[in-house]
């Protein structure tokens, strides 16, 4: 198993095991996702542009529309970031069509790893289930995928600032969309929609009604920890290129090697996970003490989740039968979070696979959605 975000790209692979193979799959990176120069002042969530788009392969009958929208950047500029907004086909219910918030998982910094971009927008299969069941998506691509801004890739902050602003952003474009919504994502996705309650604790958006995070979630910090002592240790130039991201002032050369920057110069080149290579050592990677730079720290720190109330409840869905270990990291979490008094409710399903866990667990999601949009109490089962 790699280091780091090496996890969150088998899982968020898993879900995408039904792409359409070759060109077929991805679409052109079109003009639409150009940034204008010098970018307009706007406010957080304020749309910039949309467009429809009719090229998207889902088992559903529905409308959609790219949206292009202020968003903040992970030192808090304003930058554009880009999405879709999927509409289920017929006419909404009285108070319009309840909104899922997609956070979607690892998929690589380049702009043309943006989901937006692919037919079956990475997760087919299962937004085309959400908006059977009459929800409307609106899945944020992350500002740097799809636009032209650099990528925070990792952060989940910055991707949680696209998640909410998209709201916004989708409802000056589609207005028959309901004003409740609740956030929710696989791997990466799990830690940016938890995200997205914690950063609702400063917003207080009563419209929120909660987060969802599905096949666990684990802080960067931790999974390091965990995997330090494996001779194989990958990833590392996406972690050197967040960081960057976060924190102009990073030296590279504080962290990677002359081996590991050739490497990093392919990050914002391609959608791989850069490892499809020979097994590279740590030692030959990264230098002594790397994670000891103040910006390295910095950026694992503002990683942790479980550090700020979440303004909402929670739920968890994690595989119990989990070889990395991310079941454990999960529930550390929890308890992190369950200590401040969030309100978290952890499930564990038998499955370790992303896409199963997703599948196996929709009654469960929908069961919760469909309480927090009657007013029901979220329950808890925090220790």
Same mark, same amino acid.
């Given at each position: 198993?790699?280091?780091? #975000? +090496?996890?969150?790209?088998?899982? *968020?692979?898993?879900?995408? =095991?039904?792409? !359409?193979?070759? &060109?077929?799959?991805?679409?052109?990176?079109?003009?639409?996702?150009?940034?204008?120069?010098?970018?307009?002042?706007?406010?957080?969530?304020?749309?910039?542009?949309?467009?429809?788009?009719?090229?998207?392969?889902?088992?559903?009958?529905?409308?959609?529309?790219?949206?292009?929208?202020?968003?903040?950047?992970?030192?808090?500029?304003?930058?554009?970031?880009?999405?879709?907004?999927?509409?289920?086909?017929?006419?909404?219910?009285?108070?319009?069509?309840?909104?899922?918030?997609?956070?979607?998982?690892?998929?690589?910094?380049?702009?043309?790893?943006?989901?937006?971009?692919?037919?079956?927008?990475?997760?087919?299969?299962?937004?085309?289930?959400?908006?059977?069941?009459?929800?409307?998506?609106? #899945? +944020?691509?992350?500002?740097?995928? *799809?636009?032209?801004?650099? =990528?925070?890739? !990792?952060?989940? &902050?910055?991707?949680?600032?696209?998640?909410?602003?998209?709201?916004?952003?989708?409802?000056?474009?589609?207005?028959?969309?309901?004003?409740?919504?609740?956030?929710?994502?696989?791997?990466?996705?799990?830690?940016?929609?938890?995200?997205?309650?914690?950063?609702?604790?400063?917003?207080?958006?009563?419209?929120?009604?909660?987060?969802?995070?599905?096949?666990?979630?684990?802080?960067?910090?931790?999974?390091?920890?965990?995997?330090?002592?494996?001779?194989?240790?990958?990833?590392?130039?996406?972690?050197?290129?967040?960081?960057?991201?976060?924190?102009?002032?990073?030296?590279?050369?504080?962290?990677?090697?002359?081996?590991?920057?050739?490497?990093?110069?392919?990050?914002?080149?391609?959608?791989?996970?850069?490892?499809?290579?020979?097994?590279?050592?740590?030692?030959?990677?990264?230098?002594?003490?790397?994670?000891?730079?103040?910006?390295?720290?910095?950026?694992?720190?503002?990683?942790?989740?479980?550090?700020?109330?979440?303004?909402?409840?929670?739920?968890?869905?994690?595989?119990?039968?989990?070889?990395?270990?991310?079941?454990?990291?999960?529930?550390?979490?929890?308890?992190?979070?369950?200590?401040?008094?969030?309100?978290?409710?952890?499930?564990?399903?038998?499955?370790?696979?992303?896409?199963?866990?997703?599948?196996?667990?929709?009654?469960?999601?929908?069961?919760?959605?469909?309480?927090?949009?009657?007013?029901?109490?979220?329950?808890?089962?925090?220790?």
């Amino acid at each position: 198993m790699p280091f780091g #975000a +090496a996890w969150i790209v088998a899982r *968020g692979q898993t879900a995408a =095991s039904t792409h !359409l193979s070759g &060109s077929r799959r991805q679409l052109p990176l079109t003009t639409f996702y150009d940034t204008p120069k010098p970018l307009p002042a706007g406010k957080a969530g304020e749309l910039i542009r949309s467009e429809p788009i009719d090229e998207y392969y889902l088992s559903a009958d529905f409308s959609a529309f790219r949206i292009l929208y202020h968003s903040r950047s992970a030192s808090g500029q304003d930058v554009a970031a880009s999405g879709v907004v999927l509409e289920p086909e017929g006419r909404p219910p009285a108070r319009g069509w309840p909104v899922i918030a997609w956070a979607h998982g690892f998929t690589g910094a380049a702009r043309q790893c943006a989901p937006s971009l692919l037919r079956n927008l990475y997760y087919g299969p299962f937004l085309s289930m959400y908006l059977n069941l009459g929800y409307a998506v609106v #899945a +944020a691509d992350y500002t740097g995928l *799809g636009t032209d801004s650099r =990528s925070a890739v !990792l952060d989940v &902050s910055s991707d949680a600032s696209d998640v909410i602003y998209s709201i916004a952003a989708a409802h000056a474009a589609i207005p028959q969309l309901g004003s409740k919504w609740v956030a929710m994502g696989p791997s990466l996705g799990g830690n940016v929609a938890v995200g997205v309650a914690e950063m609702e604790g400063a917003i207080r958006d009563s419209n929120f009604l909660g987060s969802i995070a599905i096949s666990g979630m684990a802080d960067l910090k931790d999974i390091y920890e965990r995997r330090s002592n494996q001779k194989s240790s990958q990833m590392l130039e996406f972690v050197a290129y967040a960081v960057k991201t976060a924190y102009p002032d990073f030296n590279l050369r504080d962290m990677l090697t002359e081996k590991a920057l050739a490497a990093y110069q392919q990050v914002d080149e391609t959608c791989s996970s850069l490892d499809n290579g020979p097994a590279v050592s740590a030692n030959e990677m990264v230098k002594e003490n790397w994670q000891k730079n103040e910006f390295v720290v910095k950026f694992l720190g503002r990683n942790v989740l479980g550090q700020k109330p979440a303004y909402g409840p929670i739920l968890v869905i994690s595989g119990e039968v989990d070889p990395d270990g991310l079941a454990a990291m999960s529930k550390s979490t929890v308890d992190r979070m369950c200590k401040q008094g969030d309100r978290v409710q952890f499930d564990k399903l038998p499955e370790s696979q992303t896409g199963m866990v997703i599948g196996d667990s929709v009654r469960d999601q929908m069961a919760w959605i469909d309480a927090r949009l009657a007013g029901r109490n979220a329950t808890s089962n925090c220790q």
